[in-house]
């Protein structure tokens, strides 16, 4: 599987951006679609997963109330959208693809193979 990101820019504090992430090869055997995001200096941490076929999402804790994860089956497509965005989610946000991935583990970016090239979000105060 392939993955390419796009959608992340420059946005003031409260602001609204929309991620994407489209898969393209042996899409059919995606069990799960995850992004990750890394600000300079720290540690890639989880953000938000979907499981492909039956659609269940999971959040990291900054990410509940604000963020959506969704996913369009028919154009292979993963979305992230940010609402009422901080400073502190200035980082470069990553999408990966996992073919069996299980719930335990659905937070951990070892679970995943496939991995986009990363797209750059910054928040500005």
């Known amino acids: 599987v392939q993955l390419q990101a796009s959608g992340g820019g420059l946005v003031q504090a409260g602001g609204f951006l929309r991620l994407a992430c489209t898969a393209s090869g042996r899409t059919f055997t995606t069990s799960a679609m995850t992004w990750f995001r890394q600000a300079p200096g720290k540690e890639r941490e989880f953000v938000a997963a979907i499981r492909w076929g039956g659609g269940a999402t999971y959040y990291a804790e900054s990410a509940k109330e604000r963020f959506t994860i969704s996913r369009d089956k028919a154009k292979n497509t993963l979305y992230l959208e940010m609402n009422s965005l901080k400073p502190e989610d200035t980082a470069t946000y990553y999408c990966?693809?996992?073919?069996?991935?299980?719930?335990?583990?659905?937070?951990?970016?070892?679970?995943?193979?496939?991995w986009g090239q990363g797209t750059l979000v910054t928040v500005s105060s």
């Open positions: 990966a693809s996992s073919r069996t991935v299980i719930l335990s583990e659905i937070r951990n970016d070892r679970s995943y193979a496939a």
